[in-house]
């Protein structure tokens, strides 16, 4: 069946520190990902997406890593920052039907100054 | 406003009555989802509109649900007979063909407690 879930659901990181937020799935027919940030009390926002045909992306202070062997994302973010503080959602879409979209459970990112 | 806006922010309703949320997307979007987010969990994908087409149901977790999409614009989400597990945000989204229809512009959400 199709999942998508997250190996951890908090994480707690210092200022100034690289954090690096997972996700697994299942489905091997997904085309394309996208991580979205969730603030508290806000909806969620696209950060960086990436398609099946890369295994890396970078943005600013980001950085996109995909293992379609072992069906693996993650977020990299690097120096992060108090303002990094949110929950981080990976979403996955495949099969090429926008209803085909299937979000993981999200990760609370908490920065510590 | 350019982003995509819900009303109301927050709902408090009794048991057993009905309740409508309204979404306003993105003008020029033609792609429209409705999420729930229950207390500490990921987002349900609940029904998605695209332009004209019959919307995708397939997500609406009963038949207390239901969602319209007026002129491809304006979309309510309507809840019947509500329950307390029904207690969640509601989110809307809009996307468009410009990014794929993939990236998806979420609203602020609609608290909805059912007490």
């Known amino acids: 069946g199709e999942s998508v879930g997250l190996h951890l659901p908090t994480l707690s990181v210092q200022e100034g520190d690289n954090s690096i937020i997972n996700c697994a799935y299942s489905n091997s027919a997904s085309d394309y990902f996208i991580w979205y940030k969730q603030e508290s009390g806000k909806g969620p926002q696209f950060i960086i997406d990436i398609r099946s045909n890369m295994d890396k992306r970078q943005g600013q202070r980001v950085t996109v890593l995909l293992n379609k062997t072992v069906k693996h994302l993650s977020l990299q973010i690097a120096a992060t920052q108090p303002g990094d503080s949110a929950v981080y959602f990976c979403?996955?879409?495949?099969?090429?039907?926008?209803?085909?979209?299937?979000f993981g459970k999200g990760t609370k990112l908490s920065v510590k100054p | 406003g350019a982003g995509v806006s819900q009303s109301p922010s927050n709902k408090v309703t009794e048991k057993g009555k009905d309740v409508e949320l309204r979404c306003d997307p993105i003008?020029?979007?033609?792609?429209l989802y409705w999420y729930r987010q229950s207390l500490g969990q990921g987002l349900e994908f609940l029904i998605y509109f695209q332009g004209n087409s019959a919307p995708d149901k397939s997500g609406l977790p009963s038949d207390r649900f239901s969602a319209e999409r007026t002129g491809g614009s304006v979309s309510t989400l309507t809840i019947q007979r509500t329950q307390q597990e029904d207690s969640a945000v509601y989110l809307c989204a809009s996307s468009s063909r410009a990014s794929g229809y993939n990236e998806q512009f979420f609203g602020p959400g609609t608290r909805l407690t059912v007490l």
């Open positions: 003008s020029g979007h033609t792609a």
């Open positions: 979403l996955m879409n495949y099969g090429g039907s926008q209803g085909n979209l299937i």
